[in-house]
């Protein structure tokens, strides 16, 4: 008897190739995604506004946002906690698509 474990049959490359697609579509399965998160603070930074006007927006738009997250700080505080998704759409509503110039009616005029 052989040595391998196969019987002294060594498989195909292309049955070897299709083990490892099997197994990493197995992976990718069990990975998920992380969405990072920022709190109030740092959502400001990110965001052209203070603190107050962000509470004000979110309350505004609480029906657009996604569902509040929190993380439990200190003394059972709970700090609200903003995702990637959220400062998009918040960013849409503060930022205003840039205004059309006369030179640049002037160039779609022109051709």
């Not at 069990?30 to 990072?36: C, R, V, W, Y």
């Not at 995702?83 to 022109?110: C, E, F, G, N, Y």
């Amino acid at each position: 008897m052989s040595e391998g474990g196969q019987g002294g049959v060594s498989p195909t490359p292309e049955s070897a190739l299709a083990e490892i697609l099997q197994r990493l579509t197995r992976l990718e399965q069990q990975i998920t995604p992380i969405t990072p998160l920022y709190s109030l603070p740092q959502a400001c930074l990110l965001l052209p506004c203070t603190e107050n006007a962000l509470r004000q927006l979110l309350a505004r738009h609480r029906a657009t946002l996604d569902a509040p997250l929190y993380r439990h700080g200190p003394r059972h505080r709970r700090y609200r906690m903003l995702s990637h998704t959220d400062l998009v759409k918040l960013r849409d509503h503060l930022v205003r698509p840039a205004r059309r110039t006369r030179a640049s009616v002037m160039k779609q005029v022109a051709a």
